[in-house]
Nanobody, 124 residues
Framework: QVRLVESGGGSVQAGGSLRLSCVAS????????MGWFRETPGTEREGVAAISTIGGREYYSDSVKGRFTISRDLEMKTAYLEMNSLKPEDTAMYYCAAKFSGGVWNRVRNYGAWGQGLQVTVSN
């Protein structure tokens, strides 16, 4: 069973930066994507960014494109989300996820393993 553990959340002022990390452990079959999602009360979990295991192709939602960067370290089984120029609307619970089969990168149901989530709060 795959276990994903996120770290790096917290509070920051608008315009600031945070770096999230996600470490995979356990019986880790090869995932084809690692992704980051976020969720706020009353809204559906949305895809923020994802990166393919093979080739390192990156995908971003329009709301974060140009501000967030996803990366991965295959040897360390770790995915990162570098968040710059943060805005109050980026405030959310952020979740790391691993996808093991096909399907679009930003669909929740395509991911088979999830981290526990961590809070990111951006204030004015």
């Amino acid at each position: 069973q795959v276990r994903l553990v996120e770290s790096g959340g917290g509070s920051v002022q608008a315009g600031g930066s945070l770096r999230l990390s996600c470490v995979a452990s356990g019986n880790t079959p090869a995932s084809d994507f690692m992704g980051w999602f976020r969720e706020t009360p009353g809204t559906e979990r949305e895809g923020v960014a994802a990166i393919s295991t093979i080739g390192g192709r990156e995908y971003y939602s329009d709301s974060v494109k140009g501000r967030f960067t996803i990366s991965r370290d295959l040897e360390m089984k770790t995915a990162y989300l570098e968040m710059n120029s943060l805005k109050p609307e980026d405030t959310a619970m952020y979740y790391c996820a691993a996808k093991f089969s096909g399907g679009v990168w930003n669909r929740v149901r395509n991911y088979g393993a999830w981290g526990q989530g961590l809070q990111v709060t951006v204030s004015n």
